[in-house]
Nanobody, 115 residues
Framework: QVQLVESGGGLVQPGGSLRLSCAASGSPFSIWTMGWYRQAPGKQREWVARIFSAGTTTYADSVKDRFTISRDNAKKTVYLQMSHLKPEDTAAYYC?????????WGQGTLVTVSS
């Protein structure tokens, strides 16, 4: 059974940086497409970034050039490095795994960008 556990959220000042982690159980992690999504209060969940099994990455326009998604297949972990954070980046961030059996979500980690 696939499980995802996010960590690394917290309070950060505008312009600051934060790195989120998503640790997965189950296998084979290396073939899964992994993604990050976020949901701000009162808004719908939106896609943030995605990394494919070969390492190709894609980003939402709102985070391009500020966020970097990466993966460590040996550790079964995907990361989201966030820089130049803005108040509008405040949201609960969720990790998603696309497995042959379907999509799996983590429980989320909260990021608050505020002075």
């Amino acid at each position: 059974q696939v499980q995802l556990v996010e960590s690394g959220g917290g309070l950060v000042q505008p312009g600051g940086s934060l790195r989120l982690s998503c640790a997965a159980s189950g296998s084979p992690f290396s073939i899964w497409t992994m993604g990050w999504y976020r949901q701000a209060p009162g808004k719908q969940r939106e896609w943030v970034a995605r990394i494919f099994s070969a390492g190709t990455t894609t980003y939402a326009d709102s985070v391009k050039d500020r966020f970097t998604i990466s993966r460590d297949n040996a550790k079964k972990t995907v990361y989201l490095q966030m820089s130049h954070l803005k108040p509008e980046d405040t949201a609960a961030y969720y990790c998603q795994a696309l497995t042959p059996s379907g999509g799996v979500w983590g429980q989320g980690t909260l990021v608050t960008v505020s002075s």
